[in-house]
T-cell receptor, first 115, second 113 residues
Framework: DTGVSQDPRHKITKRGQNVTFRCDPI?????LYWYRQTLGQGPEFLTY????????KSRLLSDRFSAERPKGSFSTLEIQRTEQGDSAMYLC?????????????FGPGTRLTVL | GENVEQHPSTLSVQEGDSAVIKCTYS??????FPWYKQELGKGPQLIID?????GEKKDQRIAVTLNKTAKHFSLHITETQPEDSAVYFC????????????FGQGTRLTINP
């Protein structure tokens, strides 16, 4: 399967713990996005990378959140000191920036439950 | 910033009938409008998209129309089938800058056999 993959698919943690999610984009894609989706809502943008550079972060991304894409390939999203409000589906998408388009393809998501 | 409104929030149609979902956007600089289908427990799947230099695009039973003047776009599904049941999201984006997707609130489509 050459699509976007995410790991783990589900994560249950206790409030105050740290969690880390991984995203592997489609191999030739140079852009990688993180979105968060809460129940009954559309995904909301969190941050994105072009190659290894993190170019924009949303106001939704508090200081407890950090994302990396160290070699311009896979990315990690870490949440420190989790809160119940962090419970959501965390989606990763990748795209190949070209002059004519920027179709974003999503992974299956990581569902986080904070108890 | 961009704001996307989507209607209706739920839609129920008989198998074989057509379904239409409508979205409006606020930023006249938006120039790319994808539609995603999301099934339970899965990530959004890109099903069709349209760029601002095109008024309509078709792909088999699915079509999207765009009215730039009115800033609205619609998804049309004909000859609906049970496997079309899912949540559908519209989105808008500008090619410049981050090109982050701004999504509508979603439409839960149910196809009744």
């Amino acid at each position: 399967d050459t699509g976007v993959s995410q790991d783990p698919r589900h994560k249950i943690t206790k409030r105050g713990q740290n969690v880390t999610f991984r995203c592997d984009p489609i191999s030739e894609h140079n852009r990688l996005y993180w979105y968060r989706q809460t129940l009954g809502q559309g995904p909301e943008f969190l941050t994105y990378f072009q190659n290894e550079a993190q170019l924009e972060k949303s106001r939704l991304l508090s200081d407890r959140f950090s994302a990396e894409r160290p070699k311009g390939s896979f990315s990690t999203l870490e949440i420190q000191r989790t809160e119940q409000g962090d419970s959501a589906m965390y989606l990763c998408a990748s795209s190949l920036l070209t002059g004519t388009g920027n179709e974003q393809f999503f992974g299956p998501g990581t569902r986080l439950t904070v108890l | 910033g961009e704001n996307v409104e989507q209607h209706p929030s739920t839609l129920s149609v008989q198998e074989g009938d057509s379904a239409v979902i409508k979205c409006t956007y606020s930023d006249s600089a938006s120039n790319y409008f994808p539609w995603y289908k999301q099934e339970l427990g899965k990530g959004p799947q890109l099903i069709i998209d349209i760029r601002s230099n095109v008024g309509e695009k078709k792909d088999q039973r699915i079509a999207v129309t765009l009215n730039k003047t009115a800033k609205h776009f619609s998804l049309h599904i004909t000859e609906t089938q049970p496997e079309d049941s899912a949540v559908y999201f519209c989105a808008a984006i500008r090619y410049q800058g981050a090109q982050k997707l701004v999504f509508g609130q979603g439409t839960r489509l149910t196809i009744n056999p």
